[in-house]
C-alpha cells in the first residue's frame, strides 16, 4: 500500500553548484526526513509555477518556514527589519487557500503557521523585539537558521490550552525551539491553542472544524519530537483511505 503523499512548500535560491551559480528550489532535508519518519512520503513543491492543481495528487501538505510574509497581504506597512519574498507568498498563499477549502491535511511550521493566519484574513506582528523588548525568540543575533548547531535557535517554554486538539496531542506544555522575528497578532479564523508564557506569543494555532489544520511557530523538524508530522500524515492517511502510517525503524 501507498504511503500518503506530502507536498512540501519550498523556495528558490541562487547556489553555486559545480562551480556556476544556478537558481534551485531548495528546502532544508530536515522536513524530507521528518515526513519519512513518520509514515509519508515528501514530494517538494516549487514556487516558480503557481497552481493549486497540486492539491489534487496530495494527501497532506507541510507549509515550511522561510523568510517574512509581506505585510501588504494584511494592509501595513513593511518594518524596516521585514524582507518579503512575493514570488513564495503569491504561490503559497493561493495553496494555503485551496487546501483549506479541499480540507486537505495542513501542517504550518513556523513561516507556514503565520500563513495559515494571513491567509484566513489575520495578521502578524512584523517585528518581536519592538513588541517583548528582547530577540529570544531567535537566539542570538547574527545566528543561521539553517545551522545544524542548536544554539543557532531560541528555547522556550509553551504551555497549551485545556481541551485543544494540539494538548491533545502534545500536552501541557513542551520546550520549543524558535527562529523567527514575525509572529501571529491576529489568527485569522483559527484558534491560538498554544502561547510562550513569558510573553503570550502564539507558537500555536488550529482549527476544530477542519480535519486537521496545526500551525506550530518552532521548527520540529531540528528535533526529535516528531508528533506534529506523524500527527499531519496519520489525517493524511485517514481522509485518502490509506492504511495506517508505518514509521520509520
Given at each position: 500500500m501507498r504511503r500518503p503523499l506530502i507536498g512540501l512548500t519550498s523556495y528558490a535560491e541562487h547556489v553555486q553548484y559545480n562551480g556556476n551559480d544556478v537558481l534551485a528550489?531548495?528546502?532544508?532535508?530536515?522536513?524530507?526526513?521528518?515526513?519519512?519518519?513518520?509514515?509519508?512520503r515528501a514530494v517538494l513543491i516549487t514556487p516558480d509555477d503557481p497552481g493549486t492543481d497540486v492539491i489534487e495528487s496530495l494527501d497532506g501538505i507541510v507549509f515550511a518556514g522561510g523568510g517574512d510574509v509581506d505585510p501588504a497581504h494584511w494592509g501595513a506597512e513593511p518594518h524596516p527589519a521585514t524582507g518579503a519574498d512575493p514570488v513564495r507568498d503569491r504561490s503559497e498563499l493561493m495553496l494555503m487557500r485551496a487546501a483549506l477549502d479541499a480540507d486537505l491535511p495542513v501542517l504550518g511550521v513556523c513561516r507556514g503557521m503565520q500563513l495559515m493566519a494571513v491567509a484566513t484574513g489575520g495578521s502578524l506582528h512584523q517585528h518581536l523585539?519592538?513588541?517583548?523588548?528582547?530577540?529570544?525568540?531567535?537566539?542570538?543575533?547574527g545566528t543561521d537558521p539553517l545551522a545544524a548547531d542548536s544554539s543557532s535557535f531560541g528555547r522556550h517554554e509553551v504551555v497549551l490550552q485545556r481541551g485543544s486538539r494540539a494538548m491533545a496531542l502534545l500536552g501541557s506544555h513542551l520546550t520549543v525551539n524558535s527562529f523567527h522575528h514575525q509572529a501571529v497578532d491576529d489568527p485569522g479564523t483559527f484558534t491560538v491553542?498554544?502561547?510562550?508564557?513569558?510573553?503570550?506569543?502564539?507558537?500555536?494555532?488550529?482549527?476544530?472544524?477542519?480535519?486537521?489544520?496545526?500551525?506550530?511557530?518552532?521548527?520540529?523538524?531540528?528535533?526529535?519530537?516528531?508528533?506534529?508530522?506523524?500527527?499531519?500524515?496519520?489525517?493524511?492517511?485517514?481522509?485518502?483511505?490509506?492504511?495506517?502510517?508505518?514509521l520509520a525503524a
Open positions: 528550489g531548495m528546502l532544508p532535508l530536515s522536513y524530507v526526513k521528518a515526513v519519512h519518519a513518520t509514515g509519508g523585539p519592538d513588541l517583548v523588548g528582547h530577540d529570544r525568540h531567535r537566539a542570538a543575533p491553542s498554544g502561547w510562550c508564557p513569558d510573553d503570550r506569543i502564539a507558537e500555536i494555532i488550529e482549527s476544530r472544524d477542519r480535519t486537521f489544520a496545526l500551525g506550530v511557530q518552532w521548527h520540529p523538524e531540528r528535533t526529535g519530537d516528531l508528533r506534529v508530522f506523524a500527527a499531519l500524515v496519520e489525517a493524511a492517511a485517514r481522509r485518502s483511505g490509506l492504511g495506517r502510517p508505518s
